[in-house]
């Protein structure tokens, strides 16, 4: 079984800054990619930014030089700095995870949603 926990949602003003993290555990053999996404009220989940185990990201155009998707591989976790937040960031922010498990010595590619966390920022 494989788990995502999410912290670091929060209220912030216009302006203002917010890093998430989120860390997985269990039977991960390998980590192709871990991401997050996003789900304002009314609309589709978008991604936000993601990040492959070889380190190369991919950043929605809408947080291009604000947000910076980093991860620690070691701690199998994913981290989003989120700068000059606007209020349109405001949505329940989801961590994705890409990878291979092992279950019983058989390995199946499975991914993983967080239950998010919220994020909102005031004008």
């Known amino acids: 079984q494989v788990q995502l926990v999410e912290s670091g949602g929060g209220l912030v003003q216009a302006g203002g800054s917010l890093r998430l993290s989120c860390v997985a555990s269990?039977?991960?053999?390998?980590?192709?990619?871990m991401g997050w996404y996003r789900q304002a009220p009314g609309k589709q989940r978008e991604l936000v930014a993601l990040?492959?185990?070889?380190?190369?990201?991919k950043d929605a155009d809408s947080v291009k030089g604000r947000f910076t998707i980093s991860r620690e591989n070691a701690k199998n976790t994913v981290y989003l700095q989120m700068n000059s937040l606007r209020p349109e960031d405001t949505a329940v922010y989801y961590c994705?995870?890409?990878?291979?498990?092992?279950?019983?010595?058989?390995?199946?590619?499975?991914?993983?949603w967080g239950q998010g966390t919220l994020v909102t920022v005031s004008s």
């Open positions: 990040i492959t185990s070889l380190g190369s990201t």
């Open positions: 994705n995870l890409d990878a291979l498990v092992v279950t019983m010595g058989a390995y199946r590619h499975l991914e993983v």
């Open positions: 269990g039977s991960i053999f390998s980590i192709n990619a």
